[in-house]
């Protein structure tokens, strides 16, 4: 309850102690009088909005101090709440002292219990001390969030006591509930990642790493994208030895040379060409039928294209992602 209220140079007020009697107080007085005052001190210590104007001529600060006696219940529900916020606040004799300067250059100081609080904590104690209520205002007795709090002050200490052991097997049970949230997550990236283990395994395998030959798997990617140019490169070389569609070609200079070296050696004895033209004759015959047949063995797989560039991605993909080379892959 609020046992006194003191009030200096605020408004019209210069300065004014009054004291409170338990149970229910009445001021009365003609308009003007100051009872509104009062109640803007009160306010005030409720941690309402402070107005530099209320400040009266007597000096450059308004203060006002209310001490208020607390019950045992009240008490202990304010030490928790000090708690809570870190405040290192002392109640001697179930006792507290709120007070609040008001300066003309804006600043206002709050204490409890002589120590300084900023203005939303003050607001935030004071719900569980005062309730200030004008002609239709809501208060506590309506406010639902207030009613377990309401019922819980009529009852003893064996219920306090045994509220105090279930709020402590609450806080046990929302802890357990959260240490057990953490785990189902823990739970769920486990079973993500061993999935994702088991499809980064499964690529490994269709690679076949151990006899990929990824020297040759490249080798072909550009022979296959290179095939136009080499098939049109190996018709040309195709009908240049033996080309029906000219009537020059390599194997008709050869026959029309080794015609002229028989020629050449029946009339000069001394000449012997035709052996050494005969082997160069040899080589280049070889190496026209290697040519036929690289060139008619060449095919355009689309399908083996495909498959052969697929792997040949997933391997890159793969020794980038894990920083390494085929061997670290293995």
Known sequence: MLSELYIRNLAIVDEIKISFTEGLNILTGETGTGKSIII?????????????????KRSDTAYVEGVF????????????????LGLDIEIEDNMLVISRTISKNGRSVSKINNRTVNNSIL??????????????DSYTLFN?????????????????????ELEILYDKIKKASSNFKKLKNKVSNFDENVEEIKSEI?????????????????????????SQTILGCCGNLVEVFDGENSEINAFSILNEISRNLVILEENDKNVKFSED????????????????????SIYIDEERLMILQEKFNLLNDLKRKHKTDKKGLI
């Open 40 to 56: 803007g001190a009160i306010s005030l210590l409720c941690g309402g909005r402070a107005n530099t104007s209320s400040i009266g």
């Open 69 to 84: 006696f607390l019950s045992d219940y009240d008490e202990k529900i304010l030490r928790n709440k000090f708690d809570l």
């Open 123 to 136: 607001s935030d104690i004071m719900l569980n001390i005062l309730n200030v209520c004008g002609q239709h």
């Open 144 to 164: 639902r969030s207030d009613f377990v709090e309401i019922l819980d002050s009529f009852c003893d200490d064996e219920f306090r006591k045994k509220l105090k």
């Open 202 to 226: 499964e690529e490994l395998n269709s690679l076949e790493l151990e006899t990929l030959d990824e020297e040759f798997i490249e080798n072909e990617i550009d022979k296959f994208n290179n």
């Open 277 to 296: 033209f005969e082997n160069i004759s040899f080589g280049l015959k070889e190496i026209y039928t290697k040519i036929q047949d690289y060139y008619s």
